[in-house]
């Protein structure tokens, strides 16, 4: 059982597209992190939340507490945004992370 | 970029031979983390330190030591190596929950 679900698993949209990737978690959290890992491996942390909402360029990330739920939206996408996108979660308990699977996201100019 | 390295990036070994993982930080965070990722699997937790000489078991330690002698440094060990730990390795470290984890380059292990 995965306490962070993603869906979907894999995305392919044509470049300019509005893209959603959404996150489903079942444990009590104290944060929910985004990450991005591009093809070569690197992880990069674009957002941490705890409530509501928060924009970063073409990037919005939001989170329902109540639901246990989070997406993350790019707007007008672009093949530079071609990545995998990782959903991650601290739990209230400690200062463990839980990660998704996952989303492997395609550009297509 | 956070000050986080990780040595070797790569290495190719044969079972049952010990492997030690090297994560450096500079940037003097209490928090250090070892993942490993594999297809199909999220970053799964080995072991995690909060502090020198202290700490503690994640979900898939088995066949794992890790070591924290330094702020700055902390370990992972293979004691006999099996094809099972082939993966990709990634130290992270945190300073504060809410700014979140960041993360070396990673460590490609191959176990013959």
């Known amino acids: 059982k995965n306490e962070v679900e993603q869906s979907p698993q894999n995305l392919t949209a044509q470049e300019g597209e509005f893209i959603t990737i959404n996150c489903s978690y079942s444990?009590?959290?104290?944060?929910l992190h985004w990450l991005q890992q591009h093809p070569g491996g690197g992880i990069v942390s674009l957002f941490m939340?705890?409530?509501g909402k928060k924009k970063h360029g073409r990037l919005i990330a939001t989170i329902n507490i109540q639901e246990k739920h989070s997406s993350l939206h790019i707007t007008a996408s672009h093949p530079r945004d071609s990545a995998v996108y990782i959903c991650?979660?601290?739990?209230?308990?400690?200062?463990?992370?839980?990660f998704g699977t996952g989303t492997s996201l395609t550009v297509i100019p | 970029d956070a000050g986080i390295t990780q040595s070797p990036r790569h290495k190719v070994t044969e079972t049952g031979t010990p492997v030690t993982l090297r994560c450096h930080q500079t940037e003097n965070h209490r928090y250090m983390y070892w993942y490993r990722q594999d297809p199909g699997h999220g970053l799964r937790l080995i072991h995690y330190?909060?502090?020198?000489?202290?700490?503690d078991k994640g979900e898939v330690s088995d066949g794992y030591s890790v070591s924290r002698s330094k702020t700055e440094d902390f370990l992972l060990t293979l004691e006999s190596a099996t094809s099972s730990q082939t993966s990709v390795y990634f130290c992270a470290i945190m300073g504060d929950l809410y700014i979140g984890q960041f993360f070396g380059p990673g460590t490609r292990l191959t176990v013959l």
């Open positions: 939340l705890s409530s």
């Open positions: 991650a979660v601290v739990s209230n308990t400690g200062n463990q992370f839980y």
């Open positions: 330190s909060y502090g020198v000489k202290d700490t």
């Open positions: 444990v009590g959290i104290s944060a």
